[in-house]
């Protein structure tokens, strides 16, 4: 009995195969899709596990630099708060501010898992749907934007980088829009097109998130190092990121207090046409 | 066979660590991270069923994709290599054929054999987990050369790594 099943097994070793490629396609499918969340990634538990303990064992080596880094960025954050500025008026006096609400809220993550060589590129950082991370949260560090939260577990997150064959960001360089993709080449380099070319642009223009979809207004991208003239009426414009995606050490997710309501008011906007 | 099945997971779990942990974190100058896992598929005995051939890569490729995020591409670009695997050792033969003493590795079909193997294999390999990757991007050509380039560090890498595991030939793995 047990012959004629590997006789047959054998001799059908191309149905074997050719079922095997199928159920792979179906799978990179069905992962292609931002709405359904897969499960072969690295926010699945075991392999977030696997690398959150290795992360644990590797974090120190990275301490100091990343101990300068955060204590840079509260030097910075100290120059903003309120008590930074002197209230000519009263200082004493509370303010109760109702026309500032706060739309974004910030939830710090460790990164345990990132690539960086590859022509797709995923995060897995150690915050999870029980943190409050969400699908499509845009990630960003101090440095600069990161990506944007592709896969959620209970206490893990994929984030594709912005280093990734479908990754797009809105973004502004002098006032004006564009999107910047990244063509597979330089890790450091994205492509920013769709400006026209009646704009000028220079080397050395700095390149900001635009405020549209998920992104926080003005967190910065990169500097312009070169400015191409492209087929159609756009420019293609090199930017380097001013992220270093090889010392990425704890990323920013952004929840955006009032996607829900954006979402609700363009679906019926959507029903309505 | 029980401490074959030993071996073949113990030099697929080596291997996954050193591709995930090492090899995924490190930033090649112009061209993508290298890949190793093709070294499991050659390495898998001659006599093995073909079946059973391409469950293995298929596990292999699955853990690989959760481990890199990369969604089944790996696991479908090894299940080819493992079915092709028989025609690339077909092209490769010895003189007078294969025979039981035969393991395909590098002690003891020498050399010459494993080389082209590899490099057969890891074309294969990375022309397909590539082209799966940007088939709805359109081919460019700077990441065909990239790949090219790419599929040259992984045979280099491989042909390091099968130092790993090299035995003299007088005792079996």
């Known amino acids: 009995m047990r012959n004629i099943i590997n006789f047959l097994l054998n001799y059908n070793a191309f149905l074997v195969f050719i079922g095997l490629e199928v159920f792979c396609f179906y799978l990179i499918l069905q992962n292609n899709n931002y709405q359904k969340a897969g499960f072969i990634n690295s926010s699945n538990v075991l392999v977030g596990k696997f690398y959150a303990s290795y992360n644990d064992l590797t974090a120190y080596l990275h301490l100091k630099q990343e101990n300068e880094k955060l204590a840079e960025e509260n030097a910075r954050l100290r120059g903003q708060i309120r008590s930074a500025f002197t209230d000519p008026v009263d200082t004493a006096h509370i303010i109760n501010d109702r026309a500032h609400q706060q739309i974004y809220r910030y939830i710090p993550a460790r990164v345990i898992s990132i690539t960086t060589g590859e022509l797709n590129n995923y995060i897995t950082i150690n915050k999870g749907a029980a943190d409050g991370i969400r699908n499509r949260m845009a990630v960003i560090c101090p440095d600069g934007v990161v990506g944007k939260v592709t896969n959620v577990s209970e206490h893990f997150a994929s984030i594709m980088s912005l280093l990734h064959k479908n990754s797009s960001i809105s973004a502004r360089v002098n006032g004006n829009l564009g999107s910047l993709v990244w063509k597979g080449d330089d890790p450091s380099v994205c492509n920013l097109e769709g400006v026209s070319k009646q704009f000028n642009i220079r080397v050395g223009d700095r390149v900001y998130s635009s405020g549209k979809a998920s992104f926080p207004e003005d967190i910065s991208i990169g500097t312009v190092v070169r400015v191409n003239p492209g087929n159609d009426n756009n420019y293609v414009i090199r930017v380097k990121l001013s992220t270093n995606f090889n010392a990425l050490q704890y990323v920013y997710v952004v929840d955006y207090l009032r996607r829900d309501e954006e979402q609700n008011l363009e679906e019926q906007n959507g029903n309505a046409q | ?141 700077h990441l065909f050369i990239k790949i090219m380039g790419t599929a040259c560090l992984s045979v280099l890498l491989i042909l390091l790594s099968e130092f790993l595991f090299y035995r003299p030939r007088s005792r079996a793995t």
């Not at chain 2, 003189?95 to 057969?120: C, D, K, L, N, Q």
């Not at chain 2, 890891?122 to 359109?138: C, K, N, P, R, T």
């Open chain 2, 1 to 141: 066979m029980l401490s074959n099945l030993f071996t073949i997971l113990f030099r697929f779990a080596l291997l996954l660590l050193i591709q995930v942990l090492i090899l995924n974190r490190v930033e090649v100058p112009y061209l993508f991270s290298p890949f190793i896992m093709p070294l499991f598929i050659i390495r898998l005995p001659i006599e093995t069923p073909r079946w059973l051939l391409l469950l293995l890569a298929f596990g292999a490729g699955i853990v690989l994709d959760a481990f890199s995020d990369s969604m089944g591409i790996q696991a479908a670009s090894l299940v080819a290599c493992a079915f092709t695997r028989q025609y690339i050792f077909y092209l490769f033969r010895p003189g007078g054929g294969y025979e039981p003493s035969h393991r395909p590795v590098m002690s003891v079909m020498g050399t010459r054999w494993f080389v082209s193997v590899t490099i057969a294999m890891v074309l294969l390999h990375h022309l397909l987990f590539y082209l799966i990757q940007i088939f709805s991007a359109g081919l460019f050509l």
